[in-house]
């Protein structure tokens, strides 16, 4: 894996709420950051408590770089008519790990399963335009083992190559806990093994 493609783009935070209005219907947006599928229940229940009146709750969500899961929801709504253009928007923008939700407020004019394709697409462009959408750089933790004597050299490759320490012991026999950037792995691990009294294996932390 090369520099240009061990990042990716994703919410720093949730977004502010947007409303588009569509044949008095009205369509409130989120933009969430998660971690996990089990981040996105809590997240539904929430908006579902703060519009109450509202018919139906579609989202879509995304996670992962390598491997990608997705999921997208109706709610009720007609086939694909919802979940599908929400995560269609999820691609257009090029994020991942975020759940983007659209909640209906039926106006009482019924727009027909084009008119809420446009609606609930429209409406997440609107949220992930309003998100703070940042860059992050994909790192992979991995233990330093080596004796108190090589310590300088250690020292000296970390601050070189501008590494983050996690966390540190520091005795006879010394234990780093470094994160890497994993485009830049193989030339970290070459540059630590071409030193024989420094053993660096991936971390379980």
């Given at each position: 894996?090369?520099?240009?493609?061990?990042?990716?783009?994703?919410?720093?935070?949730?977004?502010?709420?947007?409303?588009?209005?569509?044949?008095?219907?009205?369509?409130?947006?989120?933009?969430?950051?998660?971690?996990?599928?089990?981040?996105?229940?809590?997240?539904?229940?929430?908006?579902?408590?703060?519009?109450?009146?509202?018919?139906?709750?579609?989202?879509?969500?995304?996670?992962?770089?390598?491997?990608?899961?997705?999921?997208?929801?109706?709610?009720?709504?007609?086939?694909?008519?919802?979940?599908?253009?929400?995560?269609?928007?999820?691609?257009?923008?090029?994020?991942?790990?975020?759940?983007?939700?659209?909640?209906?407020?039926?106006?009482?004019?019924?727009?027909?399963?084009?008119?809420?394709?446009?609606?609930?697409?429209?409406?997440?462009?609107?949220?992930?335009?309003?998100?703070?959408?940042?860059?992050?750089?994909?790192?992979?933790?991995?233990?330093?083992?080596?004796?108190?004597?090589?310590?300088?050299?250690?020292?000296?490759?970390?601050?070189?190559?501008?590494?983050?320490?996690?966390?540190?012991?520091?005795?006879?026999?010394?234990?780093?806990?470094?994160?890497i950037r994993k485009g830049q792995i193989t030339t970290i691990k070459n540059i630590f093994e071409a030193i024989h009294t420094v053993s660096i294996s991936e971390s379980g932390n």
């Open positions: 894996m090369d520099i240009a493609s061990d990042t990716y783009r994703t919410a720093s935070k949730p977004s502010e709420e947007i409303l588009f209005k569509e044949k008095k219907s009205k369509f409130f947006g989120y933009v969430f950051p998660i971690q996990s599928e089990d981040d996105v229940k809590p997240l539904i229940a929430e908006i579902k408590k703060e519009h109450h009146t509202a018919g139906h709750v579609c989202y879509a969500w995304q996670l992962g770089v390598d491997t990608i899961r997705y999921r997208a929801n109706d709610d009720g709504e007609p086939n694909n008519s919802a979940g599908l253009p929400i995560y269609g928007q999820i691609q257009a923008f090029d994020v991942t790990n975020v759940l983007v939700a659209v909640a209906r407020i039926f106006g009482g004019t019924k727009l027909g399963v084009g008119g809420l394709i446009s609606a609930y697409r429209n409406s997440a462009k609107m949220a992930l335009e309003n998100a703070d959408v940042i860059e992050k750089i994909m790192q992979q933790q991995f233990q330093l083992s080596f004796d108190y004597p090589a310590m300088d050299k250690v020292m000296r490759i970390i601050k070189q190559q501008k590494l983050q320490i996690i966390s540190q012991q520091m005795e006879m026999d010394c234990k780093l806990i470094i994160s």
